[in-house]
């Protein structure tokens, strides 16, 4: 007896539909840069430019018990400017493509679409601002980081890189590295034998990474954190708020430059935040929705000289 199937390879193969019913978005790394900038805003009919006016430095002097002081001084001032640019992102949607793909919330998953995408150019314009800074650059090509580089980092930028004219500056310092990176200062925390002197290898930098570790010890609870939750666990070292963002691009020699910096040396200037703004309005495009994202904004540098020192490491694939 001839049964009648439908599927693959069965006598109805093509009258089963394909219906999709799970939809989802990719995945980006966001909201990582802006967290640690001097946020401010470009207000209207405030030009098109923002600007920091600092002023420079007076000396005090060593004066004779009543005399005239005689050592009268001009102030200076300098200024810096941060323009911020148009950053939009667009799909159009066609009406009957809404009405006939399986998903009925296309319109609403698209929104969310260019509202990652806005967020993601965000986050990797503000990575790209901290090879900008002008302080002695920590690490080079192939340099596998280590604890003392990131607590030597921020010990510089704690005086503003300077012995001469000391600059600390205010708030929070950080180090924003590739989680590539991280993975590897994580292990270097952490002697995993009993080695007294913690001489354990821990890979070497063409893709296993070298180094030493150089850590507390297994059984501290610092060492079990680092184990078990990985370098989310670091947390600080010497003072320095320790940062991942994969969208720090490597090179072709699978090096990535972040940074360690101060709070007030990163300036992140808005002038309109973001706005989703769908328009049907054209009746020639019969149904079609125009959907934009846009918003104004800029990345900058504050004294960079003094709060800030790139980072270059090696942010190879771990092999082992």
Request: hydrophobic share 35%; no cysteine; aromatic share 6%.
């Amino acid at each position: 007896m001839a049964v009648t199937l439908a599927g693959s390879d069965q006598a109805l193969d093509a009258s089963l539909p394909t219906i999709y019913r799970e939809f989802r978005l990719l995945r980006d790394e966001t909201g990582v840069m802006r967290s640690m900038a001097t946020s401010m805003n470009l207000g209207a009919h405030e030009g098109k430019t923002k600007y920091i006016n600092n002023y420079g430095r007076v000396i005090a002097y060593n004066v004779s018990d009543g005399a005239d002081i005689a050592q009268a001084q001009e102030l200076s001032d300098g200024g810096t400017g941060y323009s911020p640019t148009e950053v939009a992102v667009q799909v159009i949607l066609g009406g009957r493509t809404m009405r006939r793909v399986a998903d009925p919330d296309l319109l609403g998953r698209t929104g969310k679409i260019l509202n990652k995408a806005y967020d993601l150019k965000e986050d990797t314009d503000g990575t790209v601002q901290l090879s900008s800074f002008t302080g002695t650059t920590m690490g080079a090509a192939g340099t596998v980081i280590s604890p003392g580089l990131v607590s030597g980092g921020g010990a510089r930028v704690m005086i503003g890189n300077s012995r001469a004219n000391p600059e600390p500056p205010e708030g929070d310092i950080f180090a924003v590295m590739h989680p590539l990176s991280a993975h590897v200062l994580q292990g270097r925390l952490i002697p995993y034998t009993d080695v007294p002197t913690g001489t354990t290898a821990f890979g070497a930098n063409t893709g296993a990474h070298g180094g030493v570790t150089v850590g507390a010890g297994r059984g501290t609870s610092m060492a079990d954190e680092l184990i078990t939750k990985g370098y989310k666990a670091i947390g600080m070292i010497g003072g320095v708020i320790v940062k991942t963002d994969a969208n720090l691009a490597a090179d072709s020699g699978e090096d990535a430059t972040g940074a360690i910096f101060a709070r007030e040396g990163l300036i992140y200037v808005s002038e309109n935040e973001p706005r989703l703004d769908p328009d049907s309005s054209d009746k020639s495009m019969r149904g079609a929705v125009e959907l934009n994202v846009w918003g104004s904004y800029t990345w900058g540098n504050y004294r960079p000289a003094a709060y800030g020192n790139p980072l270059t490491v090696d942010a190879s694939f771990p092999t082992s």
